[in-house]
Each structure stands twice: as structure tokens, then as C-alpha cells.
T-cell receptor, first 115, second 117 residues
């Protein structure tokens, strides 16, 4: 069965600093990979996804993620964090067949941004 | 960007009571989902719905749960007799396609926080 681990429950960064949120997955083959963000009072919003091809994926709001097969990782990065990035971030994995009912989410990483 | 609307945002109920969580999906979506997140745990899939019937459900979605799309607009999740462990944030979601695609994505509502006392 597939699984996702987000080892950091809570991260605090200063505004303007760089950010990396970790995500490791367990799956027998190359899965589909996603990062979602949940701002307070809002639903989950897709930041980016990896299906195939270039392992460095660009997303919305200046985020990017890199798929590293050898490390079973899909870490999310942003070079300069803005206060509005404070939110909860979820990594998710899914097999290539089956649709969204087969998506497994991580437990999330809460990002706090300090001035 | 179009939005999925969920009401209410918070619902408090007594154990054993019935609750109905409501969702208005995006109008041109065809596939609908309910997920839940118990505090501190993962977002979990509950059920998927297409063409007016359940297409798949998880182990969590037992006989106490039901879904319907009564009027082609609203998409509801009913819990017949709530238990303490049903306390969670419930998310409705929808998409135009039932499979992953480069140009499609899952749209989530902002959730209903259900507290069972």
C-alpha cells in the first residue's frame, strides 16, 4: 500500500527566507505526486503535481518541487517566503490508475512565517 | 477561479443525532468526493460519486453514511447516527474528469468542522 510521510509537523521561517518542506513516499512504482496548500478557512488548493517527465515541477505562487526517485522524495521549495504563505501544506501520492479516490495524503506541515 | 461551497462551516451535534453536510460543487464538474480529516491525522477518502451513484467508498464509509445529489446542484453527506469519532473536518471536492490529467485538478471546498459531543 502507498504511504506518505511529512516528517515536519510545524516549521517556522522568517519572511524572505527560503523554504523546503519534506515529503517522502512509499509506493512500488513511480506514483503521481501532489502538493496542496490549505490557508485558514479555505479548502485545499493544488500547488503543483508531478505525473512524468521533468523531475523539477513548477507550481503556483512561486513554489517548485523536485521528484527524486532514488530518495522516494518530493520536497517542496520556495526561494523567498512571503507572509501570505503561512498555511498548512499537504503532500499526496496516487497510483497511475484509479483516480482521486486512490490519493493518499500526508498529515501536513504547518508553516508559520515571522516578520 | 470557480469555488466549491460547503455549509455549514461548523456543526456541533449530540452523539446519536443525524447530520447533513452540504456542498455545492462547481457546475460543470461530474465527479464528486467527500474526504475527512480528524484533527492531527491525514486527509482520508470517504466516497466518490458519479452519474448519481457511488462509484467507490472506503472502509470508513459504513452504513451510517450516505450521499446524494438530490437536485443536480447540491451534494450532501449524511451521517445517520453520529459517534464521537465522527468529529472531523469534512471536505467536499469535485473534478471534471474521473482520472488524472495534465490539465485537470481536484477542487476542494473549505470544509465543515463537525464536532460530536
Amino acid at each position: 500500500a502507498q504511504s506518505v510521510t511529512q516528517p515536519d509537523i510545524h516549521i517556522t521561517v522568517s519572511e524572505g527566507a527560503s523554504l523546503e518542506l519534506r515529503c517522502n513516499y512509499s509506493y512500488g512504482a513511480t506514483p503521481y505526486l501532489f502538493w496542496y496548500v490549505q490557508s485558514p478557512g479555505q479548502g485545499l488548493q493544488l500547488l503543483l503535481k508531478y505525473f512524468s517527465g521533468d523531475t523539477l515541477v513548477q507550481g503556483i505562487k512561486g513554489f517548485e518541487a523536485e521528484f527524486k526517485r532514488s530518495q522516494s522524495s518530493f520536497n517542496l521549495r520556495k526561494p523567498s517566503v512571503h507572509w501570505s504563505d503561512a498555511a498548512e501544506y499537504f503532500c499526496a501520492v496516487a497510483p497511475h490508475s484509479g483516480g482521486y479516490q486512490k490519493v493518499t495524503f500526508g498529515t501536513g506541515t504547518k508553516l508559520q512565517v515571522i516578520p | 477561479e470557480p469555488e466549491v461551497t460547503q455549509t455549514p462551516s461548523h456543526q456541533v451535534t449530540q452523539m446519536g443525532q443525524e447530520v447533513i453536510l452540504r456542498c455545492v460543487p462547481i457546475s460543470n464538474h461530474l465527479y464528486f468526493y467527500w474526504y475527512r480529516q480528524i484533527l492531527g491525522q491525514k486527509v482520508e477518502f470517504l466516497v466518490s460519486f458519479y452519474n448519481n451513484e457511488i462509484s467507490e467508498k472506503s472502509e470508513i464509509f459504513d452504513d451510517q453514511f450516505s450521499v446524494e445529489r438530490p437536485d443536480g446542484s447540491n451534494f450532501t453527506l449524511k451521517i445517520r447516527s453520529t459517534k464521537l469519532e465522527d468529529s472531523a473536518m469534512y471536505f467536499c471536492a469535485g473534478t471534471g474528469q474521473g482520472v488524472f490529467g495534465t490539465n485537470e485538478k481536484l477542487f476542494f471546498g473549505s470544509g465543515t468542522q463537525l464536532s460530536v459531543l
